[in-house]
């Protein structure tokens, strides 16, 4: 959406500076810890050319983060472009001023002019849609008003719920598998076998909370996200084969190596453990501690929540004289656009297309309707203070681990150069040379350590994650409120002559067509709260925007009614002369013709008179003589 620049501001301030000042310092940190590590490589790759490229390939890779850090952070501190348009309409917006916006938006709003004008007529609320999936409608059947909040929201809702389910469902199956393991039901390969089910559970856990880190897509806005049983088929499936696979697997190897289980568990004592039940505890408590912080600030917003489908309506008849092509003419540019927040263009969703049909003998009837929105002024949210600190700690915890997840990844350079100088004193050239009886517990000790600092940095790294989307989440959600305004009128007219000015002795007339009409407005008004969240860059407001909540406003409602009625009383059904000019030209030619017939009075007179002395003469000479 371009950015249509005008001197009254409408008060849209930038939601992220806290969020930016907290991530480019983490930035400037793994910056300095970048070029830090590439120092250290400079003076140490004359002496260790190897040592030297790996410390410069983690200090490239750590540069390369800490710089998107410091920019993306940097650039939310930056000043908000929000120009006149702002935020996306609701439906594409058909008024002739904002066509070139229309466009650019027409793909980010969320309904159409039919489904708002069901919404406002139905007094229903299709923003909120029903939950997709078991694990879904069982969430919200425990939480009854999540299906009241933002899609954002809900999604991040469902899919924390959809890992903690994920999570006991797989910590089930692992005690089913430990228990058909362990008991002997398998034989001694699954005795063998546990520490895989171990290790493929802890995976499965680790990378089931780190998917639910992710980011909220931009497409979760627009819809909810489906949450069914699925994965928890998978895993109800997987305890029951994995055990079979991998014990016959396990078995026929033992067979055609010749192996038997005493060799094996002497081959595993010398191997370092992968402590999967500490990583498990691990992901569990800080799960817990994560989802802490986003329930308490989902449960601020659900203290919010309000979801009203009210709106205030008019329906009445008038008889006026009026043509029924100045109600509409009046309405959208005087009465609405009276309206207008700061003189912005209202949002037409509907445009004003009245239609006439004429009849015979100057009949007819009329039609047409309209939704308009005043344009949207943002609507504070207080959600308290327990909220905002909340938000600030989640902030600062995801920025703090991702600190420690760098410290891990650094450790896991200084690692792999100690492998490298093992294998080099070693003289290690095979892999088979590196597993043998002589290196086996050193090397493998040294590989373990490296894997633990890339399992422990992926681990805490996740959770960071979680923590700063969700923060981020609540950050971005700007709310708004606006008037959504429907009017539909119907009616008949006839048409008939009045006439003035048409006495014997009127020097001027005025012949007017009027027009009586039968009106039966339909106005519909809801003061509506809106929902959106914003981003950092050139697209800030430029995405969907949802209704959460409808309330009546009898107060515009009567003063829209007011303006009507004035309107219509105030009209004039016959033409008058309003200039002095013409009223000086019409005085003169009454004054002429008040002359003219003077002059033929007085002759008229004489004429009279005349007639009768001769009918008197007359009527003397016609009686008979005595």
């Known amino acids: 959406m371009a950015f249509d620049y005008g001197s009254i501001d409408l008060g849209l301030k930038n939601p992220f500076k806290l969020e930016g ?27 260790d050319a190897t040592a030297g490229w790996i410390l410069m390939i983690f200090g490239m890779l750590i540069l390369a983060l800490g710089i998107r850090s410091l920019s993306s952070g940097i650039y939310a501190t930056l000043k908000y472009f929000v120009g006149r348009n702002h935020p996306t309409s609701l439906a594409y917006n058909f008024s002739k001023s904002e066509s070139s916006t229309a466009q650019e938006e027409k793909k980010e709003v969320a309904y159409s002019a039919q489904s708002l004008e069901e919404m406002l007529v139905g007094r229903k609320n299709s923003t909120f849609k029903e939950p997709n999936g078991f694990l879904s409608r069982l969430l919200h059947s425990l939480i009854p008003k999540l299906l009241f909040l933002p899609y954002p929201i809900r999604n991040i809702a ?26 002997g039901f398998t034989g001694e ?21 780190r998917s639910s880190g992710k980011p909220i897509s931009r497409n979760a806005e627009k819809n909810i996200e489906a949450l069914g049983t699925g994965a928890l088929a998978k895993i109800i499936s997987l305890s029951f084969i994995l055990p079979i696979v991998i014990g016959l697997s396990m078995s026929w190897l033992m067979q055609e190596q010749h192996i038997s289980k005493v060799q094996i568990d002497n081959w595993l004592e010398q191997l370092p453990s992968l402590h999967a039940g500490l990583y498990l505890v691990a992901i569990i408590v800080l799960a817990i501690l994560s989802c802490a912080l986003v329930f308490v600030m ?24 009026v043509h029924p092509e100045e109600i509409f003419i009046n309405l959208d540019n005087l009465v609405m656009a009276n309206r207008r927040y700061k003189e912005v263009p209202n949002r037409v969703y509907r445009e004003l297309d009245p239609k006439l049909q004429e009849q015979i003998e100057g009949k007819g009837g009329f039609k047409g309707e309209m939704i308009q929105e005043i344009q949207p002024k943002l609507h504070p949210m207080d959600l308290g203070k327990s909220f905002s600190l909340t938000r600030l700690l989640a902030l600062l915890s995801g920025n703090l681990l991702y600190i420690v997840a760098l410290t891990f990844t650094v450790l896991l350079a200084y690692s792999l150069i100690n492998i490298y100088h093992y294998v080099d004193a070693a003289n290690i050239s095979t892999i088979e040379q590196a597993f043998n009886n002589q290196h086996i517990i050193q090397f493998s000790e040294l590989l373990m350590t490296s894997f633990h600092f890339l399992l422990i940095g992926i681990l805490i790294k996740a959770f960071a994650q979680l923590l700063i989307n969700s923060a981020h989440l609540f950050f ?30 009127d020097s001027t007339s005025s012949v007017n067509t009027l027009v009586r009409s039968s009106i039966t407005p339909w106005i519909i008004v809801s003061r509506v709260i809106s929902t959106t969240f914003a981003a950092t860059g050139m697209k800030n407001l430029e995405h969907p925007r949802h209704i959460m909540e409808m309330h009546k406003d009898e107060g515009q409602l009567q003063a829209i009614k007011n303006d009507l009625i004035a309107f219509l009383k105030d009209r004039e059904s016959i033409a008058s002369i309003t200039s002095e000019r013409d009223l000086g030209n019409a005085s003169q030619i009454h004054q002429l013709n ?19 002395y001769l009918r008197k003469k007359e009527n003397l000479s016609d009686k008979p003589k005595a």
């Open 21 to 47: 000042k907290v991530t480019a310092l983490r930035g400037l940190i793994e910056s300095i810890a970048g070029v830090s590590l590439l120092v250290i490589a400079a003076g140490s790759v004359k002496e």
């Open 158 to 183: 469902q899919r924390l719920f959809g890992s903690w389910v994920s999570t006991l469902v797989a910590l089930i199956a692992y005690a089913l598998v430990a228990f058909v393991s362990l008991s």
């Open 189 to 209: 390969a699954g005795e063998l076998a546990f520490p895989i089910y171990s290790a493929i559970l802890m995976f499965y856990v680790l990378f089931s909370w």
């Open 298 to 321: 989902i449960k601020a917003r659900l203290n919010s929540v309000t979801p009203t489908a009210e709106v205030s309506e008019l329906r009445e008849n008038w008889q006026e004289s």
């Open 476 to 505: 971005a959600e700007m709310q708004f409120e606006s008037l959504l305004v429907y009017f539909k009128c119907e009616g008949t007219f006839t048409e008939s002559k009045i006439s003035t000015g048409t006495g014997i002795h």
């Open 594 to 612: 008040q002359q003219t017939r003077a002059m033929p009075t007085q002759q008229a007179i004489t004429d009279e008179e005349a007639a009768f």
